[in-house]
């Protein structure tokens, strides 16, 4: 007997990003017929693999190439001077192009790596080679007024990439939705809940244009931020003294705003991987429920 499969879908095996579980879902064979793409993207809503709700890719074997949570943590409201960016320089890239090219979770990756001071790499197609400006100088914008990414950011087609290979060999490199490369485990080993809520952001919102300029208020925001505790930490304050319940009052006091603990734990983690300064006993005196309840 012949699988019974519908001519209409095609089952494929996902995973859930959270729990793990695993389910087979019948996804519409006609996903690609649309557009020219290599992945599509899928949203799993709540029971039908488990009680979460997730994000998956899936390449045209029908064969989930990735899972992303689609729940994630929301910036404080800071009211900050927003800094008029140079409208030219928009329009050196297409924000529809990026939009329906670069994946959301290959964002996520590269706003993590930029943050954390790391060099990040992402590869094309070598027909798609026009994407490399657009990516270079949508890239360069989001991050102006706030961080120095120059040499940190790269885009190469696979052909150029293979014969530069020794040039990447610290960066954290991106094809699609996969990671090739991440020496420091910055992907792997952490929550980027707060980089799904920027990449929520930039592809939800309907206009181009307000779209570019919040995710660049984001990383501004994050940039304002980490400055702002750097102050603290330089200000003779001793590492060892502080503990997280510090460290938020005086962010709230600092910029008159709420910080989510979560968001807390991301600034300090750029401090860390950045800036080569942590604290000790980052929990010292928190009741552990408590913190637990906070952070959920
Ligand atoms: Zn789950």
Request: charged share 25%; glycine share 2%; hydrophobic share 40%.
């Amino acid at each position: 007997m012949p699988i019974l499969e519908s001519d209409a879908n095609k089952e494929v095996l996902v995973i859930c990003p959270k729990c793990k579980k695993q389910a087979r879902i019948p996804i519409p064979q006609n996903i690609f017929k649309e557009v020219n793409k290599t992945l599509a993207t899928v949203r799993i809503e709540k029971n039908v693999t488990c009680e979460h709700e997730f994000i998956i890719y899936i390449d045209r074997n029908f064969v989930s190439r990735g899972e992303m949570a689609s729940d994630y943590i929301i910036s404080p409201v800071i009211s900050t001077e927003r800094i008029e960016l140079k409208k030219d320089l928009m329009s050196e890239f297409d924000i529809t192009i990026i939009k329906v090219n670069l994946y959301p979770l290959a964002l996520c990756y590269t706003l993590r790596g930029l943050l954390f001071g790391s060099q990040v790499l992402i590869i094309i197609e070598d027909e798609n080679e026009f994407l490399r400006q657009h990516y270079n100088a949508f890239i360069s914008y989001i991050f102006s007024n706030s961080f120095d990414i120059s040499q940190k950011f790269a885009v190469e087609t696979v052909k150029n990439y293979e014969s530069n290979k020794k040039k990447y060999k610290e960066y954290l490199i991106i094809k699609n939705v996969d990671i090739l490369q991440d020496k420091k485990k910055f992907i792997k080993s952490h929550d980027l809940g707060v980089e799904r809520g920027m990449a929520n952001i930039f592809y939800e919102n309907t206009s181009p244009l307000e779209s570019v300029l919040l995710l660049n208020n984001e990383v501004q925001k994050v940039a304002l931020l980490t400055n702002s505790l750097l102050k603290l930490f330089n200000n003779g304050n001793q590492l060892k003294n502080l503990n997280m319940s510090m460290i938020i009052d005086y962010l709230e006091k600092t910029h008159e705003t709420k910080v989510n603990i979560k968001y807390c734990e991301f600034l300090l983690q750029i401090i860390k991987y950045r800036y080569q300064k942590s604290i000790p006993n980052l929990y010292r005196g928190m009741e552990f429920s408590k913190f637990y309840k906070l952070s959920k």
